[in-house]
DNA sequence: GAATTGACGGGGC
DNA sequence: AGCCCCGCCAATT
């Protein structure tokens, strides 16, 4: 890896940081907030890199693709997301409605040289309840 | 260096 | 809802 990807993947890890606990988002959620032409498979392999770098303090267990479904084999994430208060609907799928990062605000993003989450309309629905 | 793979997403059916 | 296919691009083989 160069280094423009290593700086790339610092600049994941730095949004994925920013999740809040008991809240998930997609990897493509992540990689439009990072913005810069950052795609969903990029972000996965960020994740994937984190292991080796020794990134304990990246919340990688929040990200999971746009289903609410979980990729990784074996059931730690899900543990972990649990433990989070997270729940698992029927076929093993987080109700993203409820659980899905909104994205950072904008003074953050701007700070960072981040992109906002565009509005989500179903998401917006949801909160007229 | 070509082919394959993958912790993905979106569109069509 | 599911399923399939295509685009995407870095990493691996």
Known sequence: MNDRDYRLYQKIYTVVREIPPGQVASYGDIAR????????REVGYALNEIPKQGGQDVPWQ?????EGGISTRGLLQRELLIAEGVGFGANERIDMRRFRWRGPDAAWAAAHGCEMLPPDADAEQLSLF
């Open 33 to 40: 907030i990072v913005g810069g032409g950052c795609e969903a």
């Open 62 to 66: 929040r990200v999971v693709n746009k």
